[in-house]
T-cell receptor
């Protein structure tokens, strides 16, 4: 079984300040982990992914995430928020089991960026 | 190249009616997923195809929901006797990576918004 918990439903920051979106996962196997972003009325887009290589993963638009096995976490960070970062962010866990590969989504964190 | 295409983008129907939602994946992608996203929630898995066969349909909520992918490309999600609780955005995603590899990025369409009155 696998699951993911996004600890904050909303995060509000000022433009130019750091962003932290928290994610904890549960998986019986070595997971792959992803962050996706969803802008209003747009499709989901991959930000970054962890697949058992380097634990610090760099993605698009300056976002990073660090895989911490001991804490079962995969938090998303960005040093300086931009207005265009305002969107819904989803943490995703996945592994192959019995021939299936079913990514499981968290409920999402809405990032609000104030000018 | 073209991304994942979903039609219709919006569908309004009456309770009890039959609905079909279509997904055209990226050419060459063998894996195809359907998810359902309700307001304020993350996408919820419905069904997964590897080629023409449904590799995992454990997320389909009941027997009113059915999906096909007869030629291993386009997929249709079919909902019979629609209920108001079926109102949601139905998302389709495709991936090149086979099920046995743990590295597959999903490419999503923009979704089909279903409203059941």
């Amino acid at each position: 079984a696998q699951s993911v918990t996004q600890l904050d439903s909303h995060v509000s920051v000022s433009e130019g300040t750091p962003v932290l979106l928290r994610c904890n996962y549960s998986s019986s196997y070595s997971p792959s982990l992803f962050w996706y972003v969803q802008h209003p009325n747009k499709g989901l887009q991959l930000l970054l992914k962890y697949t058992s290589a380097a634990t610090l993963v760099k993605g698009i638009n300056g976002f990073e995430a660090e895989f911490k096995k001991s804490e079962t976490s995969f938090h998303l960070t960005k040093p300086s928020a931009h207005m265009s970062d305002a969107a819904e962010y989803f943490c995703v866990v996945s592994h192959a089991s019995g021939g299936s590969y079913i990514p499981t989504f968290g409920r999402g964190t809405s990032l609000i960026v104030h000018p | 190249g073209a991304g994942v295409s979903q039609t219709p983008s919006n569908k309004v129907t009456e309770k009890g009616k039959y609905v079909e939602l279509r997904c055209d994946p990226i050419s060459g992608h063998t894996a195809l997923y359907w998810y359902r996203q309700s307001l304020g929630q993350g996408p919820e898995f419905l069904i997964y195809f590897q080629g023409t066969g449904a590799a995992d349909d454990s997320g389909l909520p009941n027997d009113r929901f059915f999906a096909v992918r007869p030629e291993g490309s386009v997929s249709t999600l079919k909902i019979q006797r629609t209920e108001r609780g079926d109102s949601a955005v139905y998302l389709c995603a495709s991936s090149y990576t086979p099920a046995t590899q743990n590295t597959g990025e999903l490419f999503f369409g923009e979704g089909s918004r279903l409203t059941v009155l």
